[in-house]
């Protein structure tokens, strides 16, 4: 038990002796939180050596965030303390340490202490302190909104601001606090608001510096609230009582609560000018009010606030606009103008009551041509006339109300060969006036005008164009100016980016001898387009390439409509680029040109273009075109389709004119030379064996037939021919014939056929009938030997070639021939071979008989039979 | 905000006018709450018989204004220790959910308060009046449901009659009773802190 009293002992003494060790030096003032310093103010610290301790004053250094103070600024107290004094400034926040140490080497261990510093300023009294509750609902909020002026200067410290309610009735506070360094507004639950209860308000600000107050606002609970507007505002329209408008609203809390009185501003809808009713006639607690003394059949704009009885609370906000037309019933005395041919009738400026009706009465040369009685609802109509040249017209207008009728209002218009004169000139500009900018016009007076005419005064018209057809109203309008005035400020509520066209009118005044009535008459007008304010149009042009060609391209575009252009174009500027290269070139030409021809493309090339439409506002361009130029430039197609043209012309008379020349030659290649038999020489040999008198029977008969020649065909078996026409007139049947060329005439021969190979006859049928003339084993013919006649010609036989093995076999024995025999002889030999061959050919079985070689064949004993 | 009076005058009436007016306001509330809870309990529209709980010596015309509104005053706060009561014995029973009826109980609660500590500036010093509530209509004897809203029921009904009485008591006063709020006396300043808790 001792030893551990005595360990206890020897761990303190060691623990006193460590830390006596660790901080030998001291520095005052001390604390174990920040030190707060007021800015602009001297601070002075103090640094204490300990008892024990090795170093002496001059070894003591004082830093600020590793910075050492000058030494300047030191003060030695005594051999053991140095204090330091500062102006404090606001960037001195940080550690402030005083070190002591040997500025020579030793071992000696530095002595080191700091303290923290923290600099800022004393909060400001808080200023102009005001408190707002609004309404919720039919209630007052709970929630005291309150809000003052804390100044410019930041404390730089954490600063306090306390919101504190007392309702001194109840003797209950209730408080909010907020901790910015410069709290402008806190808010206070009141839990249920105070109503007709003394508040007193303040709020108290506070730092580590100081605090400060704000001055006590002592008031009724209702001098916070913040009602709503008046609700249900309407404005009514008093039928039997002139000049009126009848005002009702709700009132938007209980009286309980709070008691209000009104506020009630009107303006006309056309103005900006509000105009407040006395607060001494709407202080009473009504729900209604009269306004009076309104310009009839104007519209109105009404609006409401409201504020607690002797401004006993805030006021509200102004309840929403609600507009009111008041209704009269008084005569008015002032009418219109009109202008030229084209009656333009406009409402009066005052009406002096309700127009029921227009009365328009138009004479010609003071007689009376027609009248019109125009509808009050309409008031604003156009009436074209025609005016024969040569005579004047006059045209009266009166309007008329329940109580009366007006002061005629009278037109002159006169002959139309004697225009009087318009003024010089006229120019226009826009004045950047607030709220709207205005159109200010100018013009040069009347040069010269005839004697006896007055200017009475200038008119100014302003029409809107162009038109809009599905309109009946004409948007125009016209004022009156003072004839020694030149320059006017037209006061018609002018649409922006709408054209209008302005004229200006000098209105002359004369009277008429011998009627002694006065007559105005307009001179002639000067009319320049104008603009109030102008825009980018509405939409770009759209362009498109009338004519492409190999490096140019025409393009056209439309005029933007009048409507659409917002303002005057000032100038088109054509782009254009080759597809998808984005190297856009530009043109820009005048306003007054509506197409271009671009020049220098590439050709073959696609081409996108555009075309930018700019006014002094601002450009749209258009919508792309593409177009691809031509390959071929002008005439280079039809030089090119001429030059092949003319070759081929050439190159065919070039062939003909060979052909001609070597025509011989062709004519041999192409078609060999037949010997005509007729002039072939033939000889005439007779045998040197005499005629025996029984003839050997002819193993050779010749015919030939001519298929085309019905009456070569046997005449008395037509019946029978139908049946086999198509067998005999088969092209096939020629095909053995060798299709020669030189053989025009479609000629079927039938020569030397054995019956009994009628199925093969066709290929071995030869061309030429042969003539072949054989004895019988040296016999002589008993009667006349036959004339044989022999052809010279050299075509050889087809068969012959194509069987070379049979014509040598039956070489000594048959020879082909060529030649013509008499029509008689051949058709009568046919007429009776051809009996002979229908007969056999209807015998013969169908299915063994080929329609291809259906041929009139004869049948023969002997002659040539190909293998 | 010019033209606003600083002056913190209730018209001519002043104090006792805005103290009248509040009265006037919670009779107004009062007569909603009631309408609330019978509509919230489905209880017919009709009164409860059985006359007032809170009893007060008679307002004959003998008193003077100041001494009728030391009585209704007494009335008053028994008026509040009694809805006071409600609210403790509806909270008790009734889950805790909000509502119309609920924001509207709170509302008169606070708005006693401030009616009371309102018309404490207009009695005279040494004045003194009490108000009872017999024991057998105190609620400490009401069992089950029913009764206690029959009772609850009369306790509004009697909010109403006071604030009622209090609001035409306040509104006949002559101009002399006007007079400048005053300091509250410690007592008053103890009940005020009560309210507040």
Redesign the interface.
Known sequence: MDTSHHLLLLLMFLHYAIGSNSSCVKILPDSSSNIVLEVGKNFTATCHLLEGSVYTSDDIEWRLENISIAKQVYRKINETAVSVTVNVSSDMSGLLRCRAAKKSLSYAPQCIYGIFLRTGYPPLKPKNLSCLAVQEGK?ISSYLNCSWDPGSRSPLLDTNYTLTVH??????TYKAECNQHLARYCVVNL??F?????FRVWVEVKNALGSERSDEL???S??FVKPNPPLNVRVLTEVNISTSLMVTWKHPV?E??L?LSYAIRYRKVASDVWVEVPESFTKAYMESFRLQSLEPYTQYVVQMRC?G????S??SNWSASVTGVNLCSVIFNSCLYSIAYCLLLQAPVKTNGKILEYYLNISQDYVMFESHTIRADKPRLMYSMELPPGKTASIELTAANSVGVSPKATLFIPRSDQELPGVGDMSWSVRDEKPEPELQVEWTAVPSRPAGLHLFHYLLEWVKIPQNVHQTELQAGWQRVSSNVTNTTLNGDLEKFKRYNISVYPIYKYHVRHTLQTHFQAGRPVTRPAYIQQGTPEKGPTVTVTKSKKNSAKLTWEEIPLDRQRGFITDYTIYYEIRNTKQWKSVTVSPNVHSYVLTDLASETDYVVNVMASTVAGSVKGMDCTFKTMKYGDGEVEVIVVVVCLSFLFLTVFIIMFCLRKREVIKKLLWPQVPDPSDSSIAHWSPDFPIKADVPKEDVSVVEVDVFDGKSLCEEDKAVLPLKKDKYLSEDHSSGIGGSSCMSSPRHSVSDIDSGDSGQTTVSTVQYSSVVAATYKGQTPSHQPPVFARSESTQPLLDCEEHPDHLSESGGQSRSSYFRRGRELELGVLGQECDGAVQEEETSPVAEDPPASALCYVQQQSGYRPQ | ?A????N????SRGHAG??A??A??LH?ECIQLLELYRNSESLPSSPVDGGYLVSIPPLVPQLSDAEKISILHAALKECLRLLEDVITREDADVSDEDSEYKRKR??VR??L??L???T??LLVDGQKFEAKVKEELDGQAVSGSFSLKMWIVRVLQDLVHWTGQTSDTLRSLPAEMEKA?KT?SRR??RG??K??K
């Not at chain 2, 033209?3 to 600083?6: A, M």
């Not at chain 2, 913190?8 to 018209?11: D, E, L, N, T």
Request: hydrophobic fraction near 30%.
């Open positions: 209630d309702v001194l009735a109840s003797d209950l839990e249920t105070q109503i007709h209860m003394l002592q008031k009724y209702a001098y209980h309980t609560i008691k504020i009885e002797s401004h006993s805030h006021w | 905000m033209g606003r009076g600083t913190g005058r209730h018209g805005r103290t007016a509040l006037r306001l107004k709170k509302t606070d708005r308060g401030h009371l500590a309102s404490e500036q709020p509250m008053t300043r005020a802190e309210i507040r």
